[in-house]
């Protein structure tokens, strides 16, 4: 890797390459399916690469699992769970849960290391947000196992059965720690399935699951594409299904389950607004915009993707962020140095890409970083958008990649206004020094994550989800619970 | 001196105003004894979209009450409601109770309102966290009313399904737009009239009388209805619980026996209302701890 540098005028700089080894780590050359503790071949004897999108080599083959496998793992769930999850003291599932915990905690290099290979994100991220973050959300839920009745007062609580749960490439290993953890820990067995861009580290955690001694069957991975997934949601007998994707699948998952008595809890797709006054600590501010869009490539459902600015300093602040983004260091995902890495896939690049040309079309203007791509990889830009209308495709739709709009306000009550006028509810970034504003709009905007002079903020302990389209019930914290228990009126 | 009584004309209620329906089209449901109840309006798609209209322009001030207000806003409606008990006790048998059956439900509705009435300043507490996360930041989570929720009253009681699910809706700042029960209509309308003498503010609450198979399927693909909820509605469940997805409404079936005094509690509260999270950083900078 040669030395990166930013192509702006005033900030040459030279870094020399700092990458983490990763002769630390062990992939295998093939990965079966994770069943009852057991890697098991799949009946479809079919298998697909997974490839590292900031060099596009292969990294591993992962089977690929039919419906007659999705049942094999929901049976193991079912049996798991009527012999032994139910069965076992609340104290003993705690135990288990916080086993987990440690001993991920243990491989937390190696994690991180094949979390940034196998989905291109910035290894400072892998290793120090999505890691750590798996890690404690099995932490934090272990504890909750045996003291479920404090969660829900004066009502009775009952576990649901077999979940299954498939979640997005994103955040993987996260994902799987903000389904699995809780679910476990309300008594639920779990059949999880990874997006197939990403399955390498939710494999790398049933290798954990089964050194940990987790009791076979109570927590099954099987990979594969959609048609896995839909085998997933179709399966008679799963009790409830927790999904977090886009929206688009997401309503398909809710349709395939009507009239099935199965439950669901969608986290879906968002277009946050990220609202900056005046009076905002304007530096602050910069940072938060820069880390609410351009954050693992923007590949984040909550992402500040719709920024407004209020008007009086709206040229002041995007120059100050153009400067910030000239210094944003795009390049290899292993690299240290690395703020912006690769994106997820091919396909996703192509999304950005055709929503990029979307805005120059409809007349916006584009400012995007200097600078040449990696020759082999797929990278997009950090770009923002200005002159953008409420109306647009661009301020409309999620683009979930590193594309920022810039629109302008006057008031207050035009930017809640605006900031509300989107399907979506499930995010919100507010900057401003003023207490008694804050509060006016974070009671306002219609969006279950509301960030105050800060901005995509996660733990364990604090419930995540949307309004509206962006899907229904939460993730982390109490809250987090109320998704994985029957309660009885 | 004539003793001809004087009919009353049974019309929706919308915005805060009793309109007829805008389609002047009529069914006249027959109570068990046979007796016709009245011309009873038919309602129609643009009624329904007139009282979606009202409800979200009444949703925002509604919401923004103080919880305290709400509540006496709603031990209001118990208020009035109590006070016009012979009439409401003369409907329900005129729908077919037995005087016995007709006073139970009177008493039961009665104390359902009550019940959430006291509820408005207090589910917030119970169903809240401050939450410790795991860096420098102050997070807590609260609940908001999901917003405009559409409500099918069950069809086997005048009153008291109604009522058990219009009073959590409105204890946790949603507004309502609801369809009274088919075949007994009447207690619904009288029921808004004790709404609109209330303080409960126009648009709040809007009550429609119809066809449940007409009227639910509209409800169920309205864009700018939030939720839907409703006693089973047997054949018409699953296309409704399909169409409710376009917008991802919240819907929620409820099967409990209204009758019972035992079918209330903070979960039809809960069941309506969204958690968002607020973070907030702490400033951390010196190295003064609050050790004295």
């Known amino acids: 890797m040669e030395n990166k540098k930013n192509a702006s005028e005033d900030h040459q700089w030279l870094y020399s390459p700092s990458l983490e080894s990763t002769s630390h780590i062990e992939i295998k050359d093939k990965y079966e399916l994770f069943i009852n503790n057991e890697w098991i071949a799949p009946t479809s004897n079919k298998y697909f690469d997974t490839i590292n999108p900031a060099d596009e080599k292969v990294l591993s083959k992962i089977a690929w699992a039919n419906a007659q496998d999705v049942d094999k793992a929901v049976k193991a769930a079912r049996k798991a769970y009527d012999e032994v999850w139910s069965k076992i003291s609340a104290g003993d599932r705690s135990k288990y849960i916080f086993r987990l915990a440690r001993m991920m905690q243990e491989k937390a290099r190696e994690l991180a290391v094949i979390e940034t290979l196998d989905a291109g994100k910035p290894i400072r991220e892998s290793r120090d947000i999505d890691v750590p973050l798996a890690c404690n959300h099995f932490f934090y839920y272990a504890g909750w196992a045996d003291k479920l009745d404090y969660a829900f007062p004066n009502q009775k609580t009952e576990s649901l059965g077999v979940v299954g749960q498939i979640i997005p490439w994103n955040f993987p290993l996260m994902m799987a720690a903000w389904k699995i953890a809780p679910a476990l820990a309300a008594g639920n067995t779990v059949v999880l399935k990874p997006a197939e861009t990403t399955s390498l580290t939710a494999l790398k955690l049933a290798e954990i699951i089964k050194e940990a001694g987790i009791p076979p069957g109570v927590i099954n991975i099987i990979t594969g594409h959609g048609d896995t997934g839909e085998a997933l949601v179709k399966h008679p007998d799963i009790n409830k299904i927790a999904f977090t994707g886009s929206t688009q699948v997401g309503k398909a998952i809710q349709k395939a389950l009507v009239g099935t008595g199965k439950r669901s809890t969608l986290e879906l797709g968002g277009k946050s607004a990220n609202i900056i006054f005046d009076d905002a600590p304007i530096d602050q501010a910069v940072e938060g915009i820069v880390n609410g869009i351009f954050f693992n490539q923007g590949h984040v459902c909550c992402a500040g993707s719709r920024l407004y600015v209020q008007e009086n300093i709206a040229e002041k602040l995007v120059e100050k962020l153009k400067h910030r983004m000239k210094s944003l260091i795009l390049g290899n995902p292993l690299d240290k140095n690395t703020d912006i890495g690769a994106i997820n896939s091919r396909e996703q690049l192509q999304t950005i890409e055709k929503y990029i040309q979307i805005g120059i079309q409809e007349g916006s203007e584009i400012f995007q970083c200097e600078g040449a791509l990696p020759a082999n990889g797929f990278y997009c830009k950090p770009t923002i958008f200005t002159n953008v209308s409420q109306s647009s495709v661009l301020s409309q739709e999620e683009i979930f990649g590193p594309v920022l709009t810039i629109q302008t306000f006057r008031t207050i009550d035009e930017v809640i206004q605006k900031a509300n006028n989107s399907p979506y509810g499930l995010a919100a970034g507010v900057w401003t020094d003023k207490g008694s504003k804050i509060f006016n709009l974070t009671s306002k905007l219609k969006a279950g994550v509301v960030w105050a002079n800060t901005y995509n903020k996660f733990d364990p302990a604090s419930p995540f989800g949307g309004y509206k389209e962006s899907g229904f019930g939460r993730e982390g914290g109490m809250h987090g619970l109320g998704a994985y228990l029957k309660i009885i009126k | ?292």
């Open chain 2, 1 to 292: 001196m004539s003793n001809l009584e004087v009919l009353k004309t049974y019309k929706l209620y919308i915005g805060g105003a009793f309109p007829r329906t805008e389609s002047g089209r009529f069914y006249a449901p027959v109570s068990k004894q046979g007796e016709v109840l009245g011309n009873i309006c038919l309602s129609s798609r643009k009624d329904l979209r007139n009282a979606v209209v009202a409800a979200r322009k009444a949703q925002g001030p509604w919401e923004e009450r103080s919880a305290l207000n709400r509540s006496q806003i709603l031990y209001r409606i118990a208020e009035l409601f109590s006070d016009r008990k012979e009439i409401f006790l003369k409907e329900f048998q005129k729908q077919g109770s037995s005087l016995e059956e007709a006073v139970l439900e009177f008493s039961t509705t009665l104390d359902r309102i009550v019940y959430y009435a006291g509820w408005c300043d207090k589910y917030n507490q119970v169903l809240s966290s401050v939450n410790p996360v795991n860096s420098s930041h102050f997070n807590f989570s609260t609940c908001e009313p999901m917003g405009i929720v559409a409500l099918i009253a069950p069809q086997n009681t005048a009153l008291i399904g109604l009522v058990s699910l219009i009073l959590p809706a409105l204890a946790g700042g949603n507004t309502l737009v609801a369809l009274a029960s088919e075949n007994l209509p009447i207690s619904a309308i009288s029921f808004a009239e004790v709404l609109n003498d209330s303080d409960v503010p126009a648009g709040v609450v809007n009550i429609l009388t119809g066809k449940q198979d007409e009227i639910a399927p509209i409800m169920a693909s309205h864009m700018d209805i939030n939720a839907l909820i409703s006693s089973d509605l047997g054949a018409i469940e699953n296309a409704i619980a399909e169409a409710c997805i376009d917008n991802l409404k919240r819907k929620f079936t409820y099967t409990e026996d209204f009758n019972q005094p035992e079918s209330q509690g903070l979960t039809f509260i809960a069941d309506l209302q969204e958690i968002k999270t607020t973070w907030h950083p702490i400033e951390n900078i010196g190295g003064s701890t609050s050790t004295y």
